[in-house]
């Protein structure tokens, strides 16, 4: 993994997991992981991963369990953040992994993950870029780096704030959510790994400082991104159409819809 996108990642944890004792959930977690989190400091960290390769003894001093992000056998709100580092894309359901992410964390969720764009989409048709990961396959004995760790190699699965947004607010409707993004780049180094790919690798050597140009103007276009997504703070962050009532239950506030609604008049299919 290249020094800058590491980079990256040990910003993005020191900005929104300040709290070096706080309970941390790391899924499909590996030793980079690992690593990161040792050097960083933080002290209490669970690490997941349904890879057979790993063992409690490749990422310890943290506690291991081998579990698949897409169904997690924890409480809600079991860990204080549940953070993950591109993995998302090599799962068959990314937003069911978001989702079990989201519920078994009780602050927030961090993400990176690669973002769509039109600049993505047309590196891949240029071929620049993968849409599927069969070089992740490949560099892992042909045998694992897929779709759920298979060595079925899995669609690559770009990410835009919009879809974060709707994937959290149809999943939790009862509340305003807040989500932070941050953007970063990482060229693509697909023709340095191909044969016979001498002036493809040329061309986009020659194309990186226009790139870097044209991202450092448009930042949204860059291709990694995280997002941070807090967990909403009940009742003050509820919708106004709802209310919290003693027993911590939700209900529609019907004081606010008669004020909103004309009650003699029924809603039109």
């Known amino acids: 993994m290249s020094g800058q996108r590491l980079d990256f990642y040990r910003h993005g944890l020191a900005e929104f997991i300040p709290d070096r004792d706080a ?3 790391v899924c499909a977690a590996g030793p980079t ?3 990161v989190f040792r050097e960083l400091g933080y002290r209490r960290v669970t690490m997941v991963n349904l890879d057979t390769r790993l063992d409690a003894a490749k990422l310890a001093p943290y506690q291991w369990q ?3 992000i897409q169904a997690l056998d924890f409480a809600d709100a079991s860990f204080d953040y549940a953070v993950t580092h591109a993995s998302l894309h090599h799962c068959r359901s990314p937003h069911r992994a978001l989702l079990e992410m989201y519920r078994v964390a009780r602050v927030g969720v961090l993400v990176f993950e690669s973002r769509d764009s039109f600049t993505m989409r047309l590196m891949q048709r240029l071929g620049i870029t993968l849409s599927y990961e069969d070089a992740a396959v490949f560099y892992n004995d ?3 780096g897929g779709v759920d760790n298979s060595p079925i190699p899995n669609f690559v699965y770009r990410w835009t704030e919009r879809e974060v947004e709707k994937t959290i607010c149809s999943y939790d409707p009862t509340a305003r959510h807040r989500i932070h993004y941050r953007y970063w780049y990482l060229f ?3 023709a340095r790994l191909e044969r016979r790919a ?3 690798h040329l061309a986009v050597r020659l194309a990186v400082l226009p790139y870097l140009a044209y991202v450092t103007l448009f930042p949204r276009q860059r291709n990694r991104f995280c997002f941070f997504i807090e967990k909403p703070k009940l009742p003050e962050a509820l919708h106004p159409w709802l209310k919290m009532r003693d027993d911590g239950q939700i209900e529609f506030n ?3 819809g008669d004020k909103r609604y004309k009650a003699t008049l029924p809603p039109e299919d």
Do not use: E, H, M
């Open 254 to 256: 019907r004081t606010w």
């Open 198 to 200: 001498s002036l493809k």
């Open 188 to 190: 693509p180094q697909l």
């Open 33 to 35: 992981d690992r690593n």
């Open 142 to 144: 042909c045998r694992y």
């Open 23 to 25: 309970n941390i959930l």
């Open 66 to 68: 081998r579990q698949d």
